[in-house]
T-cell receptor, first 114, second 116 residues
Framework: TQLLEQSPQFLSIQEGENLTVYCNSSSVFSSLQWYRQEPGEGPVLLVTVVTGGEVKKLKRLTFQFGDARKDSSLHITAAQPGDTGLYLCAGVGATQGGSEKLVFGKGTKLTVNP | EAGVTQFPSHSVIEKGQTVTLRCDPISGHDNLYWYRRVMGKEIKFLLHFVKESKQDESGMPNNRFLAERTGGTYSTLKVQPAELEDSGVYFC??????????????FGPGTRLTVT
């Protein structure tokens, strides 16, 4: 069974601070995705990382995939209140009959205080 | 273009009753997935349809859960009879396979099921 351990589970910071969210597994994933979820809505894809060591930037968000494709991180620079939300990592799991199911971490609930 | 829609948004039923959740994927998306998040746990995969065929139902908890996708369009997930531990948020997602092994699953807003 593939599992993703995401940390921290909760994070409350002040506007302007930096933060990092981690996603770790003992399993190798073909790719890893980061989602953001707002209350009452479904997860929305932010980025997909595919290659070991890959780094992708989305404005103030930096995503990194570990060299061994077992872990990933999300770094937010100069956080703003609009960044508040639930951030989820998800690995593209082992396929069964061609299924590309997602394996999710529990999520990080981020609160950025003005 | 309309996104993935789910109905109902909330459902409160008593233990032993039957509930049917519906998902309408994005038009043209052959892949349809069901996921569930139980309180305090991670979102977990339930099953995957490709068109009308079940590609992978390894995540279905037990035989009280029945998913269908007649005609390869919308899908239903029936829980019969419902138990307390079935409470949670049920998400549906659809996708088209992307290139280079990457793809994006578009999620619906979920159905919050409460079994009392």
């Amino acid at each position: 069974t593939q599992l993703l351990e995401q940390s921290p589970q909760f994070l409350s910071i002040q506007e302007g601070e930096n933060l990092t969210v981690y996603c770790n597994s003992s399993s190798v994933f073909s790719s890893l995705q980061w989602y953001r979820q707002e209350p009452g809505e479904g997860p929305v894809l932010l980025v997909t990382v595919v290659t070991g060591g890959e780094v992708k930037k989305l404005k103030r968000l930096t995503f990194q995939f570990g060299d061994a494709r077992k872990d990933s991180s999300l770094h937010i620079t100069a956080a703003q209140p609009g960044d508040t939300g639930l951030y989820l990592c998800a690995g593209v799991g082992a396929t069964q009959g061609g299924s590309e199911k997602l394996v999710f971490g529990k999520g990080t609930k981020l609160t950025v205080n003005p | 273009e309309a996104g993935v829609t789910q109905f109902p948004s909330h459902s409160v039923i008593e233990k032993g009753q039957t509930v049917t959740l519906r998902c309408d994927p994005i038009s043209g998306h052959d892949n349809l997935y069901w996921y569930r998040r139980v309180m305090g746990k991670e979102i977990k995969f339930l099953l995957h349809f490709v068109k009308e065929s079940k590609q992978d139902e390894s995540g279905m908890p037990n035989n009280r859960f029945l998913a269908e996708r007649t005609g390869g369009t919308y899908s239903t997930l029936k829980v019969q009879p419902a138990e307390l531990e079935d409470s949670g948020v049920y998400f549906c997602a659809s996708s088209q396979e992307g290139g280079q092994g990457t793809y994006e699953q578009y999620f619906g807003p979920g159905t919050r099921l409460t079994v009392t």
